[in-house]
């Protein structure tokens, strides 16, 4: 069964300062991968998602993600944190068939910004 | 926005109790999905409805039962609740029935409190 690793539980960086969390995934064949973001009392929200083709792959909101099938990794970067992405992040993987849809969910990474 | 709308956005109820947690997807989406955030068990997959039919299942409680309307509206149904029930309750959505059609979207969600 697939699984996602989110080895962060709190992570603290200063505003301007370079942000990376890290998604390790446990799949068999190429999953299809995700970032979601949750604010504070919202729903999760899709920052950005990896398919196929290029392994670097830009999201809304600034941020990139690269996929890495060596590391099974797919780490979330952003150059510049705003004090507006203080939120919850969650990377999650899917199987590649398209017989429904299972989102496994890693445990999720919050994120405090310190200004 | 993501244009799913769930209510209540908050339900307090005691044990043993049932309630019915609604769900109203974008328009023009076919798939709806509940999944369930709790501080022990993280998001968890409940279950999935395609245009109707239940599409993919997940962790789900024999003692909750979910079904999609013709108008294509969900229904999550939770009865014999117990303490252990009380969690964030997501509803999301998406056109196609697996995850390689695209991003899911999901709304607010019901937080139920199982007191």
């Known amino acids: 069964a697939q699984s996602v690793t989110q080895p962060d539980i709190h992570i603290t960086v200063s505003e301007g300062a370079s942000l990376e969390l890290r998604c390790n995934y446990s799949y068999g064949a190429t999953p299809y991968l995700f970032w979601y973001v949750q604010s504070p009392g919202q729903g999760l929200q899709l920052l950005l998602k990896?398919?196929?083709?290029?392994?670097l792959v830009q999201g809304i909101k600034g941020f990139e993600a690269e996929f890495k099938r060596s590391q099974s990794s797919f780490n979330l970067r952003k150059p510049s944190v705003h004090w507006s992405d203080a939120a919850e992040y969650f990377c999650a993987v899917a199987p590649d068939t398209g017989g429904g849809n299972k989102l496994t969910f890693g445990t999720g990474t919050q994120l405090k910004v310190e200004l | 926005d993501s244009g799913v709308t769930q209510t209540p956005k908050h339900l307090i109820t005691a044990t043993g109790q049932r309630v019915t947690l609604r769900c109203s997807p974008r328009?023009?989406?076919?798939?709806v999905y509940w999944y369930q955030q709790s501080l022990d068990q993280g998001l968890q997959f409940l279950i999935q409805y395609y245009n109707g039919e239940e599409r993919a299942k997940g962790n789900i409680l024999e003692r909750f039962s979910a079904q999609q309307f013709p108008d294509l509206h969900s229904e999550l149904n939770l009865s014999s609740l117990e303490l252990g029930d009380s969690a964030l309750y997501f509803c999301?959505?998406?056109?196609?029935?697996?995850?390689?059609?695209?991003?899911?979207?999901f709304g607010e969600g019901s937080r139920l409190t199982v007191l």
């Open positions: 999301a959505s998406s056109v196609g029935q697996g995850t390689n059609t695209g991003e899911l979207f």
């Open positions: 990896y398919f196929s083709g290029d392994t």
């Open positions: 328009s023009g989406d076919l798939s």
